[in-house]
Nanobody, 122 residues
Framework: QVQLVESGGGSVQAGGSLRLSCAASGRTFSSYAMGWFRQAPGKEREFVAAISWSDGSTYYVDSVKGRFTISRDNAKNTVYLQMNSLKPEDTAVYYC???????????????WGQGTQVTVSS
């Protein structure tokens, strides 16, 4: 069982930065792939970024490439999402998730956090 708690959301102006954190419980954190997803009002939840458990490979949706960076600290059982050059269209609730396989497929992730709100104003 893995419990995930996100933090770091908030309100920021366009062009600003935020760093989201996701703290995981459990001793097997390092064996899980971690992902970030987001859901904007009236839209379906979508993939943002993922990082593998094995070699740290990272994956991003095209709309955030070059602006967002996912990283993990296995010693702290924490995954991060550094978000730079934020745009109003990045406004959403951001969720972290843990699963055995990294990638954009939501069904591959077994554990989910409660989400943290990110609001970007123009």
């Amino acid at each position: 069982q893995v419990q995930l708690v996100e933090s770091g959301g908030g309100s920021v102006q366009a062009g600003g930065s935020l760093r989201l954190s996701c703290a995981a419980s459990g001793r097997t954190f390092s064996s899980y792939a971690m992902g970030w997803f987001r859901q904007a009002p009236g839209k379906e939840r979508e993939f943002v970024a993922a990082i593998s458990w094995s070699d740290g490979s990272t994956y991003y949706v095209d709309s955030v490439k070059g602006r967002f960076t996912i990283s993990r600290d296995n010693a702290k059982n924490t995954v991060y999402l550094q978000m730079n050059s934020l745009k109003p269209e990045d406004t959403a609730v951001y969720y972290c998730a843990a699963g055995r396989y990294s990638g954009s497929y939501q069904g591959a992730y077994k554990y989910w956090g409660q989400g943290t709100q990110v609001t970007v104003s123009s």
